[in-house]
């Protein structure tokens, strides 16, 4: 037994809180606990002040300093986090266009938000380095979403094709009762089953029109960035013929590239206004099978075009039998900030809008390829 006994637990579990409060009120009078920190901690209080006390300044072999030394104090979560705070807090985002900044950082999906948005500035001795710091979150993303969003859809998909001869063990017995509803027998307590539904085989499925429709302005950062991923992921299912297309106040459709989410997120441009209704026109005009076709809004819905004529394109297509899903946010972040006004108007016709988290989506596509009510995110 450790520590000597005092109110609330030992000596050395008193001494820990004192330490930890120490590192958070960062020393000086104020912080009122008389705690002395080793070196270990005497460093670590260091790489906390640079940032939180106002200490870092904008010299790059400073910050450069800086970034090796949050890695030995702290682990890669936090890392990301608090290199954050320093681009946010401490306006660093020019550094990163410095080659050596960009191999000293810890790639992670607010990163490659923000050197999207320093893209068109980046000069050329830069974008190599850039390109492989975002390709390497774009791989990580890969492996973590790719397996689980092909599994989901390929079984949507084989759900939603209809046989109406199926072999015995492809029988979808939900469909075939609903089906037969009206061939009801209660002196027997039994449906009589004249026509049998069944699962289509991945071979049988129709084919289904994807059409991710995704908005660029600057606070949508992460979502591109996910948004991009799903697209390359989806574009590699041969039952799905995938379209993307990014917007702010114009249009463009980078279908070509979906092949590689890197050349997609580098032909991205963030910030800049927002014309939901002109995107949605562009995608409207690529749809020649509305009844097989899902419509992915990606957007906070701060509509800068016609609003009017944008809740009629909505109504149109829902009409002519589409798919229509409106995400919020594609992304981690929590909450968004969004448009409740332009929120509450597509919910009346149909297509409420809500956000979504990465690991979500794959549920949300699957429930409308099958055209199930969408699922609410998890609480």
């Known amino acids: 037994m450790s520590g000597t006994p005092v109110a609330g637990g030992t000596q050395d579990a008193a001494d820990e809180r004192l330490r930890r409060w120490r590192l958070v009120l960062g020393g000086g009078e104020a912080d009122g606990t008389g705690c002395e920190l080793g070196a270990s901690d005497g460093g670590m209080d260091r790489t906390l002040d640079a940032v939180y006390g106002g200490g870092l300044g904008a ?99 084989d759900r939603s094709a209809k046989v109406s001869r199926p072999r015995h063990r492809d029988i979808d017995w939900n469909r075939t009762i609903r089906a037969n509803l009206k061939n009801y027998l209660p002196e027997y307590g039994t449906v009589v089953p004249e026509r049998l539904i069944g699962y289509g085989r991945a071979a049988q499925s129709v084919k289904k029109d994807v059409i991710l429709c995704i908005d660029q302005s600057g606070s949508m950062a992460s979502s591109v960035v996910y948004a991009s991923v799903f697209g390359a992921v989806l574009a590699s299912m041969r039952t799905l013929d995938t379209r993307l297309v990014v917007f702010d106040t114009s249009v463009v459709d980078l279908t070509d590239d979906l092949d590689d989410p890197v050349d997609v997120l580098f032909g991205t441009q963030l910030g800049g206004g927002t014309d939901i209704n002109r995107a949605l026109a562009y995608c409207q005009s690529r749809i ?92």
Not at 351 to 368: N, R
């Open 59 to 157: 010299s790059a072999p400073h910050v450069s300093r800086w970034l090796g030394d949050i890695r030995t104090y702290f682990p890669s979560s936090v890392v990301q986090v608090m290199q954050r705070d320093a681009i946010d807090r401490l306006g660093l985002a020019s550094l990163l266009l410095e080659p050596e900044m960009l191999e000293a950082v810890e790639p992670d999906v607010h990163l490659v938000g923000t050197l999207l948005s320093l893209n068109k500035a980046m000069p050329e001795t830069s974008r190599e380095t850039a390109r492989a710091v975002v390709r390497k979150v774009v791989d990580q993303l890969e492996k973590r979403l790719t397996s689980r969003t092909r599994s989901a859809l390929t079984g949507a998909l």
């Open 288 to 379: 020649s099978r509305p009844a097989e076709t899902i419509v992915v809004l990606i957007s906070d819905l701060y509509e800068g075009g016609i609003r009017d004529e944008m809740l009629k394109r909505v109504a149109a297509m829902k009409g002519a039998g589409v798919q229509f899903v409106t995400l919020l946010a594609l992304s981690d972040e929590g909450a968004p900030s969004y448009d409740r006004d332009h929120a509450s108007a597509l919910a009346a016709l149909g297509a409420p809008a809500f956000a979504c988290t990465p690991d979500h989506f794959p549920e949300v596509m699957a429930a409308a390829i099958e055209k199930r009510p969408l699922p609410p995110p998890p609480e």
